[in-house]
């Protein structure tokens, strides 16, 4: 399959698949988070965590019938070309893309703040730029080698949250989840969705890569599932171990009554002193849990826009494997190029909102194409299906709708350029639209 012209070679296993799974998400436990304690408060912040970790679980164990029976580069825009057509395949896929275009670029202000506390002298922005660069040059050079570099900080970003937790959780105290835990109201469950979709936000990329997975029928399953299952564990136990050292305040505001997205440094800062060697250690070591998710992100992109280009919904340069490395090369020029001028714009509480309709339409539109698949083509082979069908997925879907809905509502003016930008690119589809040969 490899020697073919515009092919990708496979060489991930299982544990790969599980390195890039977590790999994409565990930078929602290090930052960004916590923000939604100051919307919905323990309570109201907690509640949006189950209600979306109950969608994520019904979701990935659905979407893994689909990459295990369609196992594809273009992920959802290949699941819903096959049973919805063209123009909702369009729609997925355009969503895919937004989704992890738009991630990296906050991820990556994130970590030019982290060095920034250790080389002030450098720029927060000329950091992220650099480190864009770098990682698009990694995914470039092989597959392989950007699986195992995710795999090694990966395994260390959850040591590291595993350490975090060891420290925290001897303080940790009942009364402190009790402390104001509802400011805003019941309506604060709602207006804190966002933050909790963080916790998980591009666990699907792994179906991204299937079509460079050995045996993909059998190794997807594995790793998407052992993935999502530590991601829950690790959710509930850095939502507890943070929140419980000194309330849901304390994790959200610095001294000076700012809000930050660095709960995991505020939380050690009521436990050890700000000159500590283990605080410094772990303000450190927190950097990995950041560089694994813009990396894997990444290559969950390039993934992405180049099954959007070898299908000709997008320019078919796109489309073309660097014949050297056999990867998709240009797509991840690409989306460098657009992250960096993301980045530019400083906006990143914004980005991050579109990366989360963006993979709201996707979960919407792929629970639609695996119920259709299964009544289309029932004798189609699946190494995998989705547990108690059609329960799983409709659950996956009604909560994603219902999401969607609420994040809509609370941010209205970004929710109308999210539909801009997709109108938009439909219609210089139906315009351009050549299928390929």
């Known amino acids: 399959m490899s020697g073919q012209p515009n092919q990708l070679k496979r060489s991930l296993n299982a544990t790969m698949l599980w390195g890039l799974g977590v790999g994409y998400v565990i930078s929602g436990m290090y930052f960004g988070w916590n923000l939604g304690l100051e919307k919905g408060g323990t309570l109201g ?16 164990f659905s979407y893994t019938e689909l990459a295990c029976a369609i196992p594809r580069a ?29 991630a990296p670029p906050a991820i990556a202000f994130a970590i030019g703040a982290y060095f920034n506390l250790f080389f002030p002298q450098l720029s927060i922005l000329s950091i992220a730029i650099t480190a864009y660069i770098f990682f698009t040059a990694l995914n470039i050079s092989g597959v392989k080698a950007a699986a195992t570099f995710e795999l090694i900080i990966t395994i260390l970003a959850v040591g590291e949250l595993l350490l975090f937790s060891g420290i925290t959780l001897p303080h940790f105290q009942v ?44 190794t997807i399953f594995k790793g998407f599932g052992s993935a999502i299952l530590t991601l829950v564990l690790l ?47 772990l303000i450190t070591v927190g950097l990995f849990g950041l560089v694994a998710s813009f990396h894997g992100i990444i290559l969950a992109a390039g993934r992405s826009t180049f099954e959007f280009g070898r299908a000709r919904f997008a320019p ?7 014949r050297r490395f056999q990867t998709p090369s240009t797509a991840l020029l690409a989306n460098m190029v657009i992250g960096i001028i993301a980045l530019l714009t400083g906006k990143t509480s914004e980005i991050i909102i579109l990366s989360v309709f963006g993979a709201l339409t996707l979960y919407i539109i792929s629970m639609i194409a695996l119920i259709r698949l299964r009544r289309r083509e029932p004798d189609l082979h699946r190494p995998f299906k989705a547990p108690l069908f059609p329960l799983f997925p409709v659950v996956a879907l009604v909560l994603a709708m219902i999401s969607f809905i609420a994040i809509t509502i609370y941010n209205f003016n970004l929710a109308m350029l999210y539909t801009g930008i997709l109108l938009t690119g439909y219609i210089l589809f139906r315009i351009f639209y050549k299928p390929s040969a």
């Open 45 to 60: 912040m907690g509640l949006a965590t189950i209600f979306i970790t109950l969608m994520y679980v019904t979701f990935t």
């Open 74 to 102: 273009g992920g959802a825009f290949d699941y819903a070309e096959r049973t919805l057509g063209k123009d909702w395949a369009f729609f997925a896929g355009m969503a895919q893309n937004i989704e992890f275009i738009f």
């Open 175 to 218: 009364e402190h989840l009790y402390k104001n835990n509802l400011p805003n109201g019941w309506q604060g469950i709602f207006a804190s969705i966002p933050f909790a979709i963080w916790f998980f936000l591009g666990i699907e990329g792994v179906a991204n890569v299937a079509e460079e997975t050995k045996n993909p029928q059998k």
């Open 235 to 281: 959710c509930i136990l850095t939502f507890i171990s943070s929140v419980g050292v000194a309330g849901w305040e304390a994790v959200v505001y610095t001294k000076e009554g700012a809000a930050s997205d660095s709960p995991l440094p505020l939380a050690l800062s009521h436990i050890v002193a700000g000159n500590d060697f283990l605080y410094h250690m």
């Open 316 to 322: 078919g340069w796109l489309g073309h494997v660097n």
